[in-house]
């Protein structure tokens, strides 16, 4: 059984800094276990390469993580797990485009049925940040995965804009029709355009999840001192998802800084369970 892991990270400045997925965390797991990886090309519906890590420990599920310490952690425990960058990110082809949630999810789509083509059952699927929220609406959308693990992912989504762009972001995408978003040296990474901006802003995670089939586990575990991404959003997961479990992990940052362990020790039991 191979576990799928897809991640977008969000910084920990206070404001949303865009990171590539799979930016991994630091860990308190090694890199050198002794678990062969392999990198595996997938193409999308869109004729896009999806570039991922396969984490081989010789189970036929497979888990996808982006977070390398988890990986490690899960890998350690014989647990196969593919962690992959959504198009437009990382090493895999396509242009990064702000919101864009439907897309990552046929992503996350497109890995799965590569998966089951070559007979590898997924057994769960993880994100972190935007990740988080990829999985949720995976498990809205299909009904083939019954375990789903939420890590630090936004239910608000109108919340956290300002604070990335201004609070006057409307006003100036309304008036140039975009916003131009720049790196420290002023180097422009990414726009934001009208229709990005409104995927956001139109994308419903308590529609979501109300749709998750009853009998899809859902894990959400959240940081109580997450800066980029309010705890209190992950009761809101708590709030509508049926079938759910909540951790709140004391001191933990959006990165889970010094947490890793006690993420790591959650996340296993979850996925053993």
């Given at each position: 059984m191979?576990?799928?892991?897809v ?16 930016a ?8 050198s276990l ?20 396969l ?15 988890l990986?490690?952690?899960l890998?350690?425990e014989?647990?196969s797990?593919?962690r ?5 990110n ?10 864009n949630y ?10 799965i ?18 990740g ?7 498990a809205?959308?299909?009904?083939d995965?019954y375990?789903?693990?939420n890590?630090?992912?936004?239910f ?7 604070d990335r ?48 089939d009853p ?6 575990v959240?940081?109580?001192n997450d800066d ?20 709140i992990?004391?001191e933990?940052?959006h ?11 959650i ?7």
């Amino acid at each position: 059984m191979v576990h799928i892991c897809v991640q977008l990270f969000y910084g920990t400045t206070g404001k949303e800094n865009v990171m590539r997925p799979c930016a991994q965390l630091s860990s308190s797991f090694t890199d050198s276990l002794d678990v062969p990886q392999e990198k595996i090309v997938i193409r999308n519906r869109y004729g896009e390469k999806l570039v991922g890590v396969l984490h081989e420990a010789g189970s036929n599920d497979i888990d996808g993580r982006t977070i390398l310490s988890l990986a490690n952690a899960l890998a350690s425990e014989n647990i196969s797990i593919f962690r992959f960058d959504f198009s437009g990110n990382g090493e895999s082809e396509g242009t990064f485009e702000y919101g864009n949630y439907y897309k990552e999810v046929d992503d996350l789509r497109d890995v799965i049925l590569h998966f089951k083509k070559h007979k590898r059952g997924t057994h769960a699927i993880a994100g972190h940040s935007k990740g988080g929220n990829v999985v949720i609406l995976y498990a809205s959308m299909y009904h083939d995965i019954y375990k789903v693990i939420n890590l630090s992912g936004r239910f608000n989504l109108e919340r956290g804009i300002g604070d990335r762009f201004g609070d006057d972001y409307m006003e100036r995408i309304n008036q140039h029709g975009f916003i131009d978003v720049e790196n420290k040296t002023g180097r422009i990474i990414y726009r934001v355009t009208t229709g990005s901006l409104m995927d956001r802003l139109k994308t419903d995670m308590q529609s979501a999840c109300t749709s998750i089939d009853p009998n899809c586990r859902v894990l959400t575990v959240h940081g109580a001192n997450d800066d980029v991404v309010p705890s209190e959003d992950a009761l809101e997961f708590d709030k509508y998802i049926s079938n759910h479990e909540l951790h709140i992990i004391e001191e933990a940052d959006h990165r889970y800084t010094s947490r890793q362990l006690e993420l790591a020790s959650i996340v296993l039991k979850f996925v053993n369970s």
